[in-house]
């Protein structure tokens, strides 16, 4: 189970070079989408097609539906989805060259074969966003897709998703929706304090979730969390661990555990270079 949690932080650490690329906002805008939050909501839902603000919100779970109808479904107006898609891989692939470039260590196209093992074994059934980016193109290693990076950081997404996926059906098993989650992330010290702003979130909503968690016992009258809520917080993280490792065949177990030391490296280095701040929105520790 440790080498399967160090996989699973590197997944998360080279899939979310994407959301912190300094330039991401203004090549997302040159294709139209106006401001950071269009160009989030559309890069990441246009796996899916062009699903509504309903589709995105339920999808998503962490987000106001406010927010999400601020950028969706105008987006699919001011932009073609192909290029979106395109786009984001390329920030992607962009981003990560310049962390792993002279790396006798890390040999990409390898371990994104061994990542193309993993993928190969998971289940998919109730897994809509992960199922969405299995569906998209693997890149080629090649002229189309130098030092196969491309390649990887697709592999690395459709895990990172279907991770993603198993948390979301494991927070709606305890009646957590996207407010309670996160107010109880933020009072556990897994997201920073401005979490209600960054995921849209009104102060009545969040007064309205936090009276929630108060009622179950997981936060303190001065809306710190409860001993009962660290436990709970940290069962939730631990159940989703073992839903990913149940909807796994024991042959992708191996695989995740075989590429876990050489992803992780990966992870490393994106947490080296200063480009994610820690603490950060999306929840993810320095490696």
């Given at each position: 189970?440790?080498?399967?949690?160090?996989?699973?932080?590197?997944?998360?650490?080279?899939?979310?070079?994407?959301y912190f690329a300094p330039d991401a906002r203004g090549r997302y805008g040159a294709l139209?989408?106006?401001?950071?939050?269009?160009?989030?909501?559309?890069?990441?839902?246009?796996?899916?097609?062009?699903?509504?603000?309903?589709?995105?919100?339920?999808?998503?779970?962490?987000?106001?539906?406010?927010?999400?109808?601020?950028?969706?479904?105008?987006?699919?107006?001011?932009?073609?989805?192909?290029?979106?898609?395109?786009?984001?891989?390329?920030?992607?692939?962009?981003?990560?060259?310049?962390?792993?470039?002279?790396?006798?260590?890390?040999?990409?196209?390898?371990?994104?074969?061994?990542?193309?093992?993993?993928?190969?074994?998971?289940?998919?059934?109730?897994?809509?966003?992960?199922?969405?980016?299995?569906?998209?193109?693997?890149?080629?290693?090649?002229?189309?897709?130098?030092?196969?990076?491309?390649?990887l950081w697709r592999r690395v997404t459709v895990l990172r998703e279907f991770r993603g996926?198993?948390?979301?059906?494991?927070?709606?098993?305890?009646?957590?929706?996207?407010?309670?989650?996160?107010?109880?992330?933020?009072?556990?010290?897994?997201?920073?304090?401005?979490?209600?702003?960054?995921?849209?979130?009104?102060?009545?909503?969040?007064?309205?979730?936090?009276?929630?968690?108060?009622?179950?016992?997981?936060?303190?009258?001065?809306?710190?969390?409860?001993?009962?809520?660290?436990?709970?917080?940290?069962?939730?993280?631990?159940?989703?661990?073992?839903?990913?490792?149940?909807?796994?065949?024991?042959?992708?177990?191996?695989?995740?555990?075989?590429?876990?030391?050489?992803?992780?490296?990966?992870?490393?280095?994106?947490?080296?270079?200063?480009?994610?701040?820690?603490?950060?929105?999306?929840?993810?520790?320095?490696?």
């Open positions: 189970m440790a080498e399967l949690t160090s996989f699973w932080h590197g997944v998360e650490l080279v899939h979310d070079v994407v139209g989408l106006k401001g950071g939050w269009m160009g989030y909501f559309a890069s990441r839902a246009a796996a899916l097609g062009v699903p509504t603000p309903q589709v995105v919100t339920a999808t998503f779970h962490g987000f106001a539906p406010a927010l999400v109808t601020r950028a969706v479904p105008d987006a699919w107006r001011l932009a073609e989805r192909e290029q979106v898609l395109a786009e984001r891989l390329a920030i992607a692939r962009d981003t990560l060259e310049p962390l792993v470039a002279g790396r006798d260590d890390l040999d990409v196209p390898a371990l994104a074969e061994e990542l193309a093992g993993v993928v190969a074994g998971l289940d998919l059934a109730g897994k809509p966003l992960a199922a969405a980016e299995a569906s998209l193109a693997v890149p080629d290693v090649g002229p189309g897709d130098p030092g196969g990076l491309g390649a996926d198993c948390h979301v059906a494991v927070l709606v098993s305890e009646g957590l929706g996207g407010a309670t989650a996160n107010a109880l992330a933020v009072a556990t010290g897994r997201v920073p304090a401005g979490q209600r702003e960054s995921r849209g979130w009104s102060e009545r909503e969040w007064a309205a979730a936090l009276a929630d968690l108060r009622g179950r016992g997981w936060l303190n009258d001065d809306d710190t969390a409860s001993i009962s809520g660290r436990s709970t917080r940290d069962r939730i993280e631990d159940a989703t661990d073992r839903a990913c490792q149940a909807n796994m065949t024991p042959a992708a177990a191996i695989a995740a555990e075989q590429a876990a030391a050489h992803l992780y490296a990966v992870g490393a280095a994106v947490s080296a270079s200063g480009l994610m701040p820690f603490p950060n929105p999306v929840g993810v520790g320095p490696a």
